[in-house]
Each structure stands twice: as C-alpha cells, then as structure tokens.
C-alpha cells in the first residue's frame, strides 16, 4: 500500500510538472497580470466592417485644420497654448534667424536648448556653427526651426504626434520660403514625401515651394554626430555638393 501511494503521488507531481510546461511553452509564465483588471466591465463589442469603414471616412471628412497664414503670426500660434506641444509640459524653443536664404529644420530642441533661449545651443551648437563658418554662412544669417518645438520627455517623437508636427513643418518651410533647406535628425526626413508615400531620403532633391524651387538635403542629427565623429565626414560630404549647386 505504501509502495502504491508513492506512484499515486509520483504519477500526480509528473502530471502537473508536465501540465506547468505545457503553459510555459504556450506562453503563459505568470499568474498574475501586471496591471490589475476589472472583469466584471463591459466592454465594447467590435465595429462592424461598415461602421468602421464609415468612422474612416468621417475622420477623412473631417474639415482641415486652418492655420495663420503669415509667419510671424504662425510662429506665435506654434508657441501658444493651441500648438500639439502645448500638454507636453516642457519648456518651448522658438525658432530664430533671417528667412528667405537656408533655413535650418532640426527634430527637437536639443537638452539646454531651453535654458539657452534657442535652438542648437552647447556643444551641437558649436558643430554647426563651425559647418556654417566653412560654408560662409553665420548662424544670424539662416533661419533656424525645429519639427517639435518642444523636446518630448522620452527623446523621440511619438508617431501620433509626428504626422501633424510634419503638416505644420511643410506650412512652416513654405511661409519662410527658403531658397535652401537642411534638414537634421532622421525625423524631419518624414516631413516631405517624395514618391509614393515614401519618406525623404538621405540624398539632396528639389522640391517646387509656391515661391519656386527649393533645395533640399538631409544629414543625421547633430547629437549622433557629436557620438559618431566618423559620421560626420558623410554629412560633410552632402552639404557641400548642396552649397556649390551641384546635384548630389
């Protein structure tokens, strides 16, 4: 009898060791959940096909955001409490400098931006005015903005803010209206569209502005420049060709 409960009990813990592995390999290696949940909530049932195809086109219908339509009255609207940044409760850099030569798009204000009053300030700042010095050019001779105007607590932009940061860029560009535009930080490469959807890309290209054709280069963010010094010798070699009104 003794014997007999022994395999009873071996046969039982076999059993539960291989149910237990079961629901490892299955995925589940926990009992709990991370956040607590109320089963007894309803819940919503699934949109049907037709309602959701006719939710798309309400937001598709719905009327386009208007916009002030000269520059400085568009730059105090970025600023102000309407402005996608406005709830990010961070500190806001305006953009500074002459339109209507190059203007300078970066991502977001750098860390000290803020403090500085401006946008490239500190060590990024010191780069790019060393890229301008060599290409004769100052920093009070361009025009400087930034796709956020605020920098986002996590460093990047998050996707339901970029694409509505990237309508207000293209208004931004077309009422400086820039003979040039340097584009800095894999962000603003999605500001403009060049074929088919697809997002700009790391060569230079023209793009017809109202006010004419305006050209366009892209190069990494300064910050990764000041991290990846050896990177700095492929921006280098983009914004030449792009000062001397060659083709790149």
């Known amino acids: 009898m003794e014997r007999m ?27 709990v959940e991370d956040a607590p949940r109320d089963w007894l909530a309803r819940t919503a049932p699934p949109k049907s096909p037709a309602a959701a195809e006719a939710a798309a086109d309400a937001v598709a219908a719905a009327p386009a955001e208007v916009l002030p339509d000269t520059l400085d009255a568009f730059v105090a609207w970025r600023l102000g409490p309407d402005a996608p940044e406005a709830g990010w409760m961070a500190p806001v850099v305006p953009p500074a400098g002459t339109p209507g030569g190059l203007m300078i798009l970066t991502d ?51 996707g339901a ?24 930080g894999s962000a603003t490469k999605r500001v403009f569209d060049t074929t088919n959807g697809s997002e700009f890309g790391n060569a230079g290209c023209d793009i017809n502005q109202p006010g004419g054709n305006m050209e366009v ?32």
């Open 5 to 31: 409960g022994r395999e009873l009990a071996s046969d039982w813990q076999t059993g539960i060791a291989s149910a237990l592995d079961w629901w490892r390999e299955a995925g589940v290696d926990t009992l």
């Open 108 to 158: 977001m204000p750098e860390e000290g931006d803020a403090d500085a009053g401006e946008l490239m300030s500190g060590r990024s700042g010191r780069l790019l005015d060393a890229m301008l010095a060599a290409i004769g050019e100052s920093r009070a001779g361009v025009y400087r903005a930034s796709l956020a105007t605020a920098r986002p607590v996590t460093g990047t932009i998050a």
């Open 161 to 184: 803010d970029a694409a509505r940061l990237a309508r207000l860029a293209r208004h931004h560009v077309s009422l400086v209206a820039p003979q040039r535009l340097l584009l800095i």
């Open 217 to 248: 280069v892209a190069i990494d963010a300064l910050r990764f420049l000041l991290e990846q010094p050896s990177a700095k010798a492929t921006a280098w070699n983009r914004i030449l060709p792009f000062y001397r009104g060659t083709s790149l």
